[in-house]
């Protein structure tokens, strides 16, 4: 199974906002709406933002939002802070009982 | 509190054999299956293993079926992974993983421990 697509990199300065997107195919990403994307700063286990493509757990801000058009999901982080200075991973499942993540995206906060 | 403690990792050479524990409290253990992601030095995360609940069902990425072994005993709240044959390309931070309450789904975790580092070098 192969990695979900990620741009390595993404900026924004604070209050602007941000898109990340995660690129599959249709057999992962275009096929279910499983999509999950992990916050992850450094040294640290990583962070669930966002699950079922749309979904936010309780006390994840809702400056973060996801989405998802075709084989491509995306994140967008609104109002940037500081604090969401992180690496970005976006997972899908991939049928047949496979999980597979998306190379990851350093966002920096300029 | 939930909470997930990993531990067994270290240094071992390309061939070896090596067996992580995850100690899991602060939830109804044998209600959730539980997974194995490992992070590769400066690299992304990669989905290792999922068991069930019951320890029933287990299954593997094709980098590491029939070297890597799920197992858990929820008598002693603790998932396992035995590694062998270990390679190179297996040093990684291994972290266990916890499905969400509100997702019906393996695919995604709301608890992580803090890792354990495998290193495999001669």
């Known amino acids: 199974q192969s990695a979900l697509t990620q741009p390595p990199s993404a900026s924004g300065s604070p209050g602007q906002s941000v898109t990340i997107s995660c690129t599959g195919t249709?057999?992962?990403?275009?096929?279910?709406?499983?999509v999950s994307w992990y916050q992850q700063h450094p040294g640290k286990a990583p962070k669930l933002m966002i699950y079922?493509?749309?979904k936010r757990p309780s006390g994840v801000p809702d400056r973060f939002s996801g989405s998802k058009s075709g084989n491509t999901a995306s994140l967008t982080v609104s109002g940037l802070q500081a604090e969401d200075e992180a690496d970005y991973y976006c997972?899908?499942?991939?049928?047949?009982?496979?999980?597979?993540f998306g190379g990851g995206t350093k966002l920096t906060v300029l | 509190e939930v909470q997930l403690v990993e531990s067994g990792g270290g240094l071992v050479q390309p061939g070896g054999s090596l067996r992580l524990s995850c100690a899991a409290s602060?939830?109804?253990?044998?209600?959730?299956?539980m997974s194995w992601v490992r992070q590769a030095p400066g690299k992304g995360l990669e989905w290792v293993s999922v068991?069930?609940?019951?320890?029933?069902?287990?299954y593997y990425t094709d980098s590491v079926k029939g070297r890597f072994t799920i197992s858990r005993d929820n008598s002693k709240n603790t998932l396992y992974l035995q590694m062998n044959s270990l390679r190179a390309e297996d040093t990684a931070v291994y972290y266990c993983?916890?499905?969400?309450?509100?997702?019906?789904?393996?695919?995604?975790?709301?608890?992580w421990g803090q890792g354990t580092l495998v290193t495999v070098s001669s």
């Open positions: 993983a916890k499905r969400p309450d509100y997702s019906i789904t393996w695919y995604c975790f709301d608890y």
């Open positions: 602060g939830f109804t253990f044998t209600n959730y299956a």
């Open positions: 068991i069930s609940g019951n320890g029933v069902t287990t």
């Open positions: 249709s057999s992962d990403v275009g096929g279910y709406n499983y």
């Open positions: 079922e493509v749309t």
């Open positions: 997972s899908s499942n991939a049928g047949s009982n496979n999980l597979v």
